[in-house]
Nanobody, 126 residues
Framework: QVQLTESGGGSVQAGGSLRLSCGAS????????VAWFRQTPNEEREVVAR??????????ADSVKGRFTISLDHPQNMEYLYLQMNSLKPEDTGIYYC?????????????????WGQGTQVTVSS
C-alpha cells in the first residue's frame, strides 16, 4: 500500500507560479513510478508529468514542456514528489493528483496507476 497526500494548490494569475507537493509513505520502491495528473470538468484525467524512480526517466505532456518540472526529494528513498509550475496559463486550471504505480513500468495512462492522492485545486485566472 502507498499513501499520497497533495498540497500547494491555489489561485494564481496567468504567468504566475505554484509548487505542488505530494507526501508519500508506504511501499515505495526504486521500481515505483510516480506521476502528476490533471483533471478538468468533462475531461479525462491526463498525465502532466511522470518519473520512474529507477533510472530517473521523466516524461512531460507537450502542453507543459518547458514550464513544469517534476522532482523528488530523495531518488533513493522518496518521501516527497514535487511539481514546479511556472508561466501558468488558464488552461492549466484543474484538480491535480499525485499518483503511484506498483512495479513494474511507468505508463502515462491514468488507468494503469494503483494509488492516488485526494487532489488539490489549481485555478489560473486570465
Amino acid at each position: 500500500q502507498v499513501q499520497l497526500t497533495e498540497s500547494g494548490g491555489g489561485s494564481v494569475q496567468a504567468g504566475g507560479s505554484l509548487r505542488l507537493s505530494c507526501g508519500a509513505s508506504g511501499e515505495i520502491s526504486r521500481r515505483t513510478c510516480v506521476a502528476w495528473f490533471r483533471q478538468t470538468p468533462n475531461e479525462e484525467r491526463e498525465v502532466v508529468a511522470r518519473i520512474y524512480l529507477i533510472g530517473g526517466s521523466i516524461y512531460y505532456a507537450d502542453s507543459v514542456k518547458g514550464r513544469f518540472t517534476i522532482s523528488l526529494d530523495h531518488p533513493q528513498n522518496m518521501e516527497y514528489l514535487y511539481l514546479q509550475m511556472n508561466s501558468l496559463k488558464p488552461e492549466d486550471t484543474g484538480i491535480y493528483y499525485c499518483a503511484a504505480k506498483a512495479p513494474y513500468g511507468c505508463p502515462v495512462a491514468a488507468s494503469e496507476y494503483d494509488y492516488w492522492g485526494q487532489g488539490t485545486q489549481v485555478t489560473v485566472s486570465s
